[in-house]
């Protein structure tokens, strides 16, 4: 018989790579969305949509129920956002998460918990391990670190089945362009299409571990498989400059033009995942930048 899988957050940018990669793997998918920020043309019409809310919905309980492995990634992600409105990025990504935990307490649901490597500090020099101080800096890592914590405190007491995965800088196909906090890689790359500029703030040094969307799937297949519970890093395990993303950019679609940009205080100078830990259960190894970008433009 097919697994069955629950995506919440399924009609997101994450979601439905991952929707699309357990489907190929044969599982049956269900996603669960509110469609805050997802876009219903990601889904598939093979797959069953239930258009409902984390933190309101009554159908949550029932939902859950049905299926074998649930995946949670719903969330209100951005960051500059939740600064300006912590309530409501506290309300959706706690308490929703919250329902989500104990739902599958209550039904026995194996958990996938997508956390962020926002929850590891901005000074650091060092590649992060799992085991590394957290040291959340905004209401919404402050709302992913609680989403692991909740689910340590049932972890500890044996209740429930979880991985929580602390993913780095996911790019790939679909991924949002036109919002205030797109995400760096389809903003370069929409600007470099118009044969506009790519601004790089503090110089474009900062150092950044970018993942690929398919490695990132890979990892939620291969530790929804894995018997043992626990935290995984999801990288590549290295890094590029942003200066540098924007020159391949350039390079690649042969239009853009790098610029100065501003001064931002609180922007990491160096984030790079340990990957260790997940190459241990046959993560391998994942597709570098240039051939990503190459893959997506
Ligand atoms: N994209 C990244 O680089 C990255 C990095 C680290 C962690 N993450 C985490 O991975 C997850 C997915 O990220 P993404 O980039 O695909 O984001 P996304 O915004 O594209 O997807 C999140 C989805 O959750 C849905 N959602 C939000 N609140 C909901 C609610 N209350 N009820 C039901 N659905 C709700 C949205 O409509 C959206 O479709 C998030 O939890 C995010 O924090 C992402």
Do not use: W
């Not at 309300?91 to 649901?109: A, D, H, M, Q």
């Amino acid at each position: 018989m097919k697994k069955k899988a629950l995506i919440i957050g399924g009609a997101g940018f994450i979601g439905h790579h991952l929707a699309n990669y357990l489907a190929y793997k044969n599982y049956k998918i269900g996603i669960l969305d509110n469609l805050s920020n997802g876009d219903k043309n990601n889904i598939s019409k093979k797959n069953t949509f239930y258009f409902e809310d984390i933190v309101h919905g009554k159908s949550l309980n029932k939902i859950i129920q049905k299926y074998d492995s649930i995946f949670h990634l719903a969330a209100k992600i951005e960051v500059q956002s939740s600064m300006n409105n912590p309530t409501k990025t506290f309300e959706n990504n706690i308490l929703g998460t919250s329902r989500v935990v104990e739902s599958c307490v209550k039904f026995k649901k194996k958990l996938l918990f997508a956390s962020s490597c926002a929850i590891y500090p901005l000074d650091s020099k060092n590649k992060f391990k799992e085991e590394s101080k957290t040291v959340p800096n905004s209401p919404y890592s402050i709302s992913k670190k609680i989403g692991e914590d909740m689910i340590n405190f049932y972890l500890e007491r044996k209740k429930i089945n979880a991985i929580i995965l602390r993913c780095f800088n996911a790019y790939g196909l679909r991924q949002k362009s036109n919002s205030q906090y797109a995400a760096v890689v389809p903003k370069f790359i929409s600007n470099a299409k118009k044969n506009g500029y790519l601004k790089l703030n503090n110089g474009g040094n900062q150092s950044r571990d970018f993942v690929y969307i398919e490695d990132i799937c890979k990892a939620y297949y291969i530790l929804n498989k894995l018997k043992k519970v626990g935290t995984f890093n999801i990288g590549s395990g290295v890094t590029t400059k942003i200066k540098d993303l924007a020159k391949i950019i350039i390079e690649i679609i042969g239009k853009g033009k790098s610029m100065k940009g501003k001064k931002n205080k609180g922007d990491a100078n160096y984030s790079c995942a340990d990957i260790k830990k997940i190459k241990k259960i046959g993560f391998g190894n994942t597709i570098k930048i240039k051939e990503g970008l190459k893959k997506i433009i």
